[in-house]
Nanobody, 123 residues
Framework: QVQLVESGGGLVEAGGSLRLSCKDPRIILSTFWGRAWGWYRQAPGKERELVAAITSGGNKNYADSVKGRFTISKENSKKTVYLQMNNLKPEDTAVYYC??????????????WGQGTQVTVQV
């Protein structure tokens, strides 16, 4: 059974940084490498939106609202996906979800989801 575990959320002041991490404790390296990975977020009263994605080949995509501020990356040796978030704004406040797809070329639609980690940015 796939289990995505996020960590790294918290409370930060506007302009600050956080790094989110996502791991599947039971995944083998070849499966990790073959997946597409993404980070979504959902703010209160809003729909879930894709923030950043990375394919198995390393191609990255970002929502316009986070371009230049957020960076998605993966570290194969640790079988971990990261979302580095810099210059955070109050509008970045949301629950952030890690997602993965067996189709390494496309995160949409995601096959697997984490439970989410809260990010709160205060003024």
């Amino acid at each position: 059974q796939v289990q995505l575990v996020e960590s790294g959320g918290g409370l930060v002041e506007a302009g600050g940084s956080l790094r989110l991490s996502c791991k599947d404790p039971r995944i083998i390296l070849s499966t990790f490498w073959g997946r597409a990975w993404g980070w979504y977020r959902q703010a209160p009263g809003k729909e879930r939106e894709l923030v950043a994605a990375i394919t198995s080949g390393g191609n990255k995509n970002y929502a316009d609202s986070v371009k230049g501020r957020f960076t998605i990356s993966k570290e194969n040796s640790k079988k971990t996906v990261y979302l580095q978030m810099n210059n955070l704004k109050p509008e970045d406040t949301a629950v952030y979800y890690c997602a993965a797809d067996r189709d390494g070329t496309n995160i949409l639609p995601a096959d697997y989801w984490g439970q989410g980690t809260q990010v709160t940015v205060q003024v």
